[in-house]
Antibody, heavy 119, light 106 residues
Framework: QVQLQESGPGLVKPSETLSLTCHVS????????WSWIRQTPAKGLEWIGY???????NYNPSFTSRVTMSIDTSRNQVYLELRSVTPADTAVYYC?????????????WGLGILVTVSS | DIQMTQSPSSLSASVGDRITLTCRAS??????LNWYQQKPGRAPKLLIY???NLQSGVPSRFSGSGSGTNFSLTVSSLQPEDFATYFC?????????FGQGTKLEI
């Protein structure tokens, strides 16, 4: 059974960097598309981007200038880094896994982590 | 970006009712349309993928249809556990986009 769990600081100061980790258990981290998605009451569900198994990334243009995603196959972990955050980045952040295909849905989701941006 | 528009934004229904939710894409997405169910404080759960395919473990009272730009999710006989918010999402292109959701209420 594949399980995902996000971890990281629940509070980040404006202008700083939000760094989250997605811990993956019950399955290989290779050969899949790994996405980060966030949810706010104002904007709903927003796809931030994905890291895919061949080592490439595809970011939402809304975040491209300040986001980095990566994975560590030895630790079975996926990472999100979002720089220069503002209060508008306050959201529940999810990691999610698709399949090995480009058009795959988000089959597995983490529990989500609330990150608040505030001084 | 492909805009996904769901209707209605909320719906009141009763146990046993048959309901249909709709989702429209701003451009054709073939059949790359997925439906999710979300309950308060929980992550979304995949129900239907590629417009009409039932995800493993999802009750057969859920079904999906459509292609191109117009899609629908039907629940044939509502159960108490079905009262939740439903989202559609396109996986035709990037950036992936979601509808704003339909909240299904008693």
């Amino acid at each position: 059974q594949v399980q995902l769990q996000e971890s990281g600081p629940g509070l980040v100061k404006p202008s700083e960097t939000l760094s989250l980790t997605c811990h993956v258990s019950g399955g290989s981290i290779s050969s899949y598309y790994w996405s980060w998605i966030r949810q706010t009451p104002a904007k709903g569900l927003e796809w931030i981007g994905y890291f895919y198994h061949s080592g490439g990334t595809n970011y939402n243009p809304s975040f491209t200038s300040r986001v980095t995603m990566s994975i560590d196959t030895s630790r079975n972990q996926v990472y999100l880094e979002l720089r220069s955050v503002t209060p508008a980045d306050t959201a529940v952040y999810y990691c999610a896994r698709g399949s090995s295909g480009f058009n795959s849905p988000f089959v597995y989701w983490g529990l989500g982590i609330l990150v608040t941006v505030s001084s | 970006d492909i805009q996904m528009t769901q209707s209605p934004s909320s719906l009141s229904a009763s146990v046993g009712d048959r309901i249909t939710l709709t989702c429209r894409a701003s451009q054709t997405i073939n059949n790359y349309l997925n439906w999710y169910q979300q309950k308060p404080g929980r992550a979304p759960k995949l129900l239907i993928y590629a417009a009409s395919n039932l995800q493993s473990g999802v009750p057969s009272r859920f079904s999906g249809s459509g292609s191109g730009t117009n899609f629908s999710l039907t629940v044939s006989s509502l159960q108490p556990e079905d009262f939740a918010t439903y989202f559609c999402q396109q996986s035709f292109n990037t950036p992936r986009t979601f509808g704003q959701g339909t909240k299904l209420e008693i």
